[in-house]
C-alpha cells in the first residue's frame, strides 16, 4: 500500500507483497491457499502467542514459489500477516515484534486505484501509514520493522 499510495507503484526493491486477514478469516484464507500447492507453490506457517493477552494462533502465512519442483528452494512471493482485534486495538506480529495500531482503521475499508483496479485498503489509510511509518512521503529503501516501525509495542 506505501508504494501504491506514495509513488502509484510497487516498491521495486521490496522482493515480496504483504497484505493481512483479520484472525476470523485465516482458516477460510488457508483453504483458499492450499489450492495454489497442485499449481507448484508452498504455503508456509508460523505462529504466535502473547502471554496474558489471550492472543494466539497462525501470525504470519508465506507463499513460496516451488514451481521448479519439491526441492527447489523457491522465494517468498506473498506475506499473509494475521491481525487480531483486541480492544481498542488490531495487533500483529513481524520480526518477532508486536505491534499495533488503532482498530478505527478496521473498521472498514477504502479503495485505492491501481494499474486499473481498486485495490481494499484500510480506513485512513494515509493516517494508518503515519501511524506504522511515521513520515511515509520520504523514500527508505533500507526499513528494518524490528526497528523502525513506529507502532511496536514490545
Not at 501504491?4 to 477460510?28: C, E, F, M, N, T
Not at 483453504?31 to 494462533?57: D, E, H, I, P
Amino acid at each position: 500500500m506505501l508504494g501504491i499510495v506514495r509513488d502509484g507503484r510497487l516498491l521495486p526493491w521490496d522482493k515480496d507483497l504483504d497484505i493481512s486477514v483479520s484472525d476470523k478469516d485465516i482458516a477460510r484464507t488457508r483453504r483458499v491457499l492450499r489450492q495454489v500447492f497442485w499449481a507448484g507453490w508452498k504455503l508456509k506457517s508460523r505462529n504466535f502467542s502473547v502471554k496474558g493477552s489471550g492472543m494466539s494462533g497462525i501470525r504470519i502465512l508465506k507463499l513460496e514459489d516451488r514451481t521448479g519442483g519439491l526441492f527447489h528452494s523457491g522465494h517468498d512471493y506473498l506475506d499473509i500477516f494475521t491481525k487480531t482485534r483486541n480492544g481498542k486495538h488490531v495487533y500483529w506480529q513481524a520480526a518477532g515484534k508486536i505491534m499495533r495500531v488503532d482498530a478505527k482503521y478496521y473498521d472498514g475499508f477504502e479503495e485505492v486505484a491501481f494499474k486499473g483496479r481498486l485495490l481494499k485498503v484500510p480506513l485512513h489509510h494515509r493516517e494508518y501509514l503515519t501511524e506504522k511509518y511515521g513520515d511515509w512521503s520520504q523514500v527508505v529503501k533500507e526499513w528494518d520493522c524490528a526497528k523502525d516501525e513506529k507502532c511496536i509495542v514490545t
